[in-house]
């Protein structure tokens, strides 16, 4: 699931070539990419057609256009991208995509934004905003540390309370917003730290050094257009990322470390897998009852 630099990359493509048009036409395909909007497609596409995009904005993976309706209201329109879901700016004359769900076409008449889904898990739906301009669904995610709004201390102060894994810490939405598997295993390998290691039992200092590296790989990535494991993960023109190349530990299983040698080796975690170094960064010791 693309996680922070994915869904950036695609923010700053929708704000360099959607934000400041208007929508003439919007056109849904199916209900299921408009499931999380009630009243369904045709409503949708009815409520947003005239609409003026006032800004593309963003909160940890979570993607949405700020929409002025004609008569001066504003609404967001969340853009869930799920698995696999892609927002493309196309010439209007170009062929339809396989997997093509949504096209929006523009009053000044240049190309069109389009949502493709292959795994169909993601969509779009209306909301209202939250004095601060977010998405109401998304007011109980917490600020990503990429946020005027993110607080570093306090994040730590709440980690620092939890007697839980770090690494689950790191992936809990309400605590920091943005982190996934990829950068999370990123985190934790520069900082040295297991991420069965309890927050409880870590230092304030070791705490914020893992929140610290987690924003700066996540930068590193957005500088590189973000990970791209296969073509589903890309920008606003179909390019893809290659932050791939410059991850140490998730899906380097059986690589030696690039800071000791040793091979990196693969857990099993949440129903996923976890990726760190049996030498730089050593399993907590079991408690004896």
Not at 39 to 61: C, F, M, S, Y
Not at 111 to 133: I, K, N, S, W, Y
Not at 237 to 249: E, K, Q, T
Request: with cysteine; net charge positive; hydrophobic share 40%.
């Amino acid at each position: 699931m693309p996680e922070l630099p994915e869904v950036e990359v695609v923010r700053r493509g929708l704000a360099d070539h959607v934000v400041g048009r208007t929508i003439e036409r919007a056109e849904f395909r199916g209900a299921r990419v408009a499931r999380r909007h009630l009243p369904g497609p045709l409503d949708l596409a009815e409520r947003i057609t005239g609409n003026h995009v006032e800004q593309a904005r963003r909160r940890g993976k979570y993607l949405w256009l700020v929409l002025r309706t004609p008569d001066g209201s504003r609404q967001g329109l969340i853009a869930h991208l799920g698995m696999s879901g892609q927002l493309l700016v196309e010439p209007p004359d170009a062929p339809p995509e396989k997997h093509l769900h949504a096209v929006f076409d523009f009053a000044d008449d240049g190309p069109q934004l389009r949502f493709v889904d292959q795994r169909t898990f993601g969509g779009m739906a209306l909301a209202e905003l939250t004095p601060d301009g977010v998405p109401e669904p998304v007011a109980h995610i917490a600020p990503d540390p990429l946020e005027a709004a993110y607080d570093a201390a306090a994040v730590v102060r709440r980690m620092k309370g939890k007697a839980v894994a770090v690494k689950r810490a790191l992936l809990d939405q309400t605590l920091v917003s943005g982190v996934g598997n990829i950068y999370a295993d990123e985190a934790l390998w520069r900082a040295q730290v297991h991420g069965a290691r309890l927050c409880s039992a870590l230092t304030k200092p070791t705490l914020s050094r893992i929140l610290d590296h987690a924003r700066e790989v996540m930068l590193e990535a957005l500088g590189q257009g973000g990970t791209s494991f296969d073509a589903l993960y890309v920008n606003v023109n179909g390019a893809s990322g290659y932050f791939d190349r410059s991850l140490h530990a998730y899906g380097q299983e059986g690589r030696p470390c690039d800071r000791c040698g040793t091979p990196i080796r693969r857990e099993a975690f949440m129903n996923r897998s976890s990726f760190s170094c049996p030498r730089c960064q050593p399993r907590p010791r079991p408690v004896r009852g």
